[in-house]
């Protein structure tokens, strides 16, 4: 099994930035892909983006390119970060760290944090 723990979220003006952490434990060896996935109030949860643990590469979906980033932090790939800068209201979600071999949908990705609320203010 896999723990995946979320820390940074919190309430920050629009055009401002937050950087959320994930550390990893437990059976961390073997892990592919980790991620971030979102979820607004009364709306459907949405991919974020991902970054491969081998090779470093990162894929984003569109209303966040250039404008947040998806980075490791050690040699051991148990940390993920997600810089996120110019924050808009629409950014306003709860933030769920996963882990996994998923891509762009929410199948795929084994391991779940319970999530941190970001809050962008108008």
């Known amino acids: 099994q896999v723990q995946l723990v979320e820390s940074g979220g919190g309430l920050v003006q629009a055009g401002g930035s937050l950087r959320l952490s994930c550390v990893a434990s437990g059976r961390t060896f073997g892990l592919i892909r980790m991620g971030w996935f979102r979820q607004a109030p009364g709306k459907e949860r949405e991919f974020v983006g991902f970054i491969n643990l081998s090779g470093g590469t990162t894929y984003y979906r569109d209303s966040v390119k250039g404008r947040f980033t998806i980075s490791r932090d050690n040699a051991e790939n148990t940390t993920v970060n997600l810089q996120m800068n110019s924050l808009r209201p629409e950014d306003t979600a709860i933030y769920y760290c996963?882990?996994?071999?998923?891509?762009?949908?929410?199948?795929?990705?084994?391991?779940w944090g319970p999530g941190t609320q970001v809050t962008v203010s108008s």
């Open positions: 996963v882990a996994g071999r998923g891509g762009v949908t929410a199948r795929g990705y084994d391991y």
